[in-house]
């Protein structure tokens, strides 16, 4: 081989090399990009999912915060206050209006006797609230007859709010009575039905000493002002408690409970009946 040849070959081979060198660093090089751009493609991932993240934990903390708040007090109470105001403007005059807590509320009664009912229960009160709402709603209502049932949620052993002594609820009773004889409707009383034992709002929720007092102080206000009276403790109670199913959960009755007691409501009304025509008589010449 001359030298000529030598150089020739040695340069074709060097220009082997370059071009093999630089094409594989080519595809290195777009290999590399691609690579690049995958992990760029993965931050953004990772950066959204961390905002997805933050976002959802922030969520969370808002629901929490939202779940650990008290729920509201009066909201329940106000709009079933709103809806009596409205319903008792279109209560026909001489209906019989029930005043109660949940257990009458529960109650289905349409008719008590001949008269059409108007059930004016609310869940969750007491003496208290009709002391206040009882004069203005009747004055709207214009009834015949007023069943008052109530008190078992002053016997709480825990109430929502501080309770007052019996002196004080007995008051708020007889403004009660006071509001429907302004109407001159004729008031029937209903002393507190018992509660079971062995159930959750039974009598380890409900003070029975104090469902016997505040008994003894409706019984005594029905002698002393001659009113009507349906004795619901006296005729449910087995000793102290209600019967062993006579609740569904200790205090709210039974449908067979139920039925027991529209029939004392019934009784209850004859006896407001009697009463209403001997003030008739009583009035004509």
Avoid at 23 to 29: F, K, L, N, W
Avoid at 230 to 255: C, N, Q, R, S, W
Wanted: one cysteine or more; glycine letters at 6%; proline letters at 4%.
């Amino acid at each position: 081989m001359t030298m000529l040849s030598k150089h020739v070959t040695l340069f074709v081979f060097l220009i082997i090399v370059i071009f093999t060198t630089s094409a594989g660093t080519c595809i290195q090089i777009r290999y590399l990009s691609r690579q690049a751009a995958r992990i760029q493609e993965l931050h953004t991932v990772l950066d959204r999912l961390g905002e997805n993240q933050n976002n959802l934990l922030r969520d969370s903390r808002t629901i929490l915060e939202e779940v650990r708040k008290p729920p509201p007090t009066n909201s329940y109470l106000s709009v079933r206050t709103f809806v009596l105001y409205s319903q008792a403007d279109t209560i026909n005059e001489g209906t019989i209006v029930l005043l109660g807590d949940s257990i009458v509320d529960s109650l289905y009664a349409p008719l008590l006797g001949e008269r059409k009912t108007w059930n004016a229960a609310v869940a969750g009160v007491g003496a208290r609230y009709y002391a206040e709402h009882a004069r203005r709603l009747l004055q709207k209502a214009r009834p015949a007859i007023v069943i008052v049932a109530l008190g078992i949620n002053d016997c709480c052993m825990h109430p929502y709010e501080s309770q007052e002594d019996t002196s004080q609820w007995l008051h708020f009773y007889k403004s009660i009575v006071s509001a429907i004889r302004s109407v001159d409707a004729v008031p029937v009383l209903v002393t507190i039905l018992p509660v079971e034992d062995n159930r959750p709002l039974g009598t380890s929720y409900f003070s029975q000493t104090r469902i016997r007092s505040l008994n003894e102080c409706i019984r005594h206000l029905a002698e002393e002002e001659e009113l009507a009276l349906i004795d619901a403790y006296a005729k449910f109670a087995a000793g102290e408690t209600m019967p062993v199913g006579g609740t569904v959960d200790g205090v709210h009755l039974t449908t067979h409970s139920s039925t027991m007691l529209k029939g004392e409501l019934e009784r209850g009304v004859a006896t407001a009946e009697a009463q209403i025509k001997n003030k008739k008589r009583r009035r004509s010449p």
